[in-house]
T-cell receptor, first 116, second 115 residues
Framework: AQSVSQHNHHVILSEAASLELGCNYS??????LFWYVQYPGQHLQLLLK??????LVKGIKGFEAEFIKSKFSFNLRKPSVQWSDTAEYFC??????????????FGIGTKLQVIP | ETGVTQSPTHLIKTRGQQVTLRCSSQ?????VSWYQQALGQGPQFIFQ???????GRGNFPPRFSGLQFPNYSSELNVNALELDDSALYLC??????????????FGPGTRLTVL
């Protein structure tokens, strides 16, 4: 069964600091990878996704993630965080050959707090 | 906002009761998935419906069941509620054209408390 590990459960940064959130997955085959974000009081929404091609994926609001197949990793990065990035971030994986349906497995989430 | 709505927002039930949660997908979305998010955890996949048929299920017992209707609404039913069923229940809809690449749009969730 696929699983997702997020190493940092709670991160506190000052504005303008750089961000990197770790994500590792366990699945040996082809995977689709996602980062979702949940801002306070809002719905869970897609930040970025990787299916194939360039392993460096750019998402909304200046976020990017790099897929490193050999390390089973999909880390999220942002060069300079803002107070508005305060949110909970979830890494997720979808193994596409799960009988033709989209069974997405989520990590436990990382709460990011950005201090002005 | 995602265009996906859920009702009710909050619900309190007692152990052994039955509950029905509702979701309204974006128009045109043929697929709806349900997730359970316990406190401090990530969402866990319960099942997925495509064109009114269940086509995938996670590690949840049969007392978790669902329905999807032609008008893009769906239900999650839970029988014989247990204390551990207390959680946020999320539905997510997608076009269903390609299960690999579809983006899921999440609703705000229903917070269920079982006493």
């Amino acid at each position: 069964a696929q699983s997702v590990s997020q190493h940092n459960h709670h991160v506190i940064l000052s504005e303008a600091a750089s961000l990197e959130l770790g994500c590792n997955y366990s699945y040996g085959g082809t995977v689709n990878l996602f980062w979702y974000v949940q801002y306070p009081g809002q719905h869970l929404q897609l930040l970025l996704k990787y299916f194939s091609g360039d392993p460096l994926v750019k998402g909304i609001k200046g976020f990017e993630a790099e897929f490193i197949k050999s390390k089973f990793s999909f880390n999220l990065r942002k060069p300079s965080v803002q107070w508005s990035d305060t949110a909970e971030y979830f890494c997720a994986v979808n193994a596409p050959y799960s009988g033709g349906y989209q069974k997405v497995t989520f990590g436990i989430g990382t709460k990011l707090q950005v201090i002005p | 906002e995602t265009g996906v709505t859920q009702s009710p927002t909050h619900l309190i039930k007692t152990r052994g009761q039955q509950v029905t949660l509702r979701c309204s997908s974006q128009s045109g979305h043929n697929t709806v998935s349900w997730y359970q998010q316990a406190l401090g955890q990530g969402p866990q996949f319960i099942f997925q419906y495509y064109r009114e048929e269940e086509n995938g299920r996670g590690n949840f017992p049969p007392r978790f069941s669902g329905l999807q209707f032609p008008n893009y609404s769906s239900e999650l039913n839970v029988n014989a509620l247990e204390l551990d069923d207390s959680a946020l229940y999320l539905c997510a809809s997608s076009w269903g054209e390609d299960f690999r690449t579809d983006t899921q749009y999440f609703g705000p969730g229903t917070r269920l408390t079982v006493l």
